[in-house]
């Protein structure tokens, strides 16, 4: 009898210890998250969708096109828009073989066309990836592109850029996701 004490207090006791190191943790992170608030610059303040923060912590490198961090409050509407490519409607690649420009272009519409039908706008894009077969080749002509489609008076959202062997469709040089938060309906 006294062994089955032993053993309850015992699981109590490791069950106290979990809360409490748990517990601890999370004022950790939360004392942590709330100074790293205070260490940031707030892009787009007063311009960009009320629902979303885009940031630049301190010490983070200075780069053009794209935020380091964005937050979004929610409730809200996440946007998953798959993998864009330079393709029209019919399913054919745009412009003549090798047109880097023509190809970003309407990956870039199609990302556009995908996002009014949720709703919502390239405002809204809080992350990007784009896969390109030749970066060093086309990442000029890429940022040409979206500077076109982008209001410079928003922050860039979040982005990877990644060159990668081949794309699924044969010709094809640029491919672009998204994920966008959009207020709640």
């Known amino acids: 009898m006294s062994l089955l004490r032993l053993a309850s207090s015992l699981h109590v006791h490791r069950a106290l210890s979990r809360r409490l190191v748990l517990s601890g943790a999370g004022a950790l992170a939360a004392a942590a998250s709330s100074s790293a608030a205070f260490a940031q610059t707030v892009l787009g303040a007063g ?13 983070s490198s200075k780069q053009t096109g794209y935020t380091h961090v964005v937050e979004a409050t929610v409730p809200g509407r996440i946007v ?22 023509a190809q970003a272009t309407q990956a870039w519409e199609n ?56 794309l699924t469709r044969e010709g ?9 938060v959009l207020p709640p309906r």
Not at 92 to 99: I, Q, W
Not at 155 to 165: E, K, L, Y
């Open 47 to 59: 311009k960009t969708p009320s629902h979303l923060r885009f940031l630049q912590p301190d010490g």
């Open 111 to 166: 990302v556009r066309n995908a996002l009014a039908a949720a709703g919502g706008g390239l405002e809204h894009i809080v992350k990007i990836t784009q896969f390109l077969v030749h970066l060093r080749a086309h990442q000029g002509l890429l940022r040409e592109v979206r500077a076109k489609l982008g209001n410079p008076d928003l922050p860039p959202p979040a982005s990877t850029m990644v060159q990668i062997g081949a």
């Open 80 to 101: 998953y828009v798959a993998g864009q490519m330079g393709l029209d409607s019919n399913g054919n690649l745009v412009g003549a073989p090798g047109d880097f420009k």
């Open 172 to 180: 094809a040089l640029y491919e672009v996701e998204a994920v966008a």
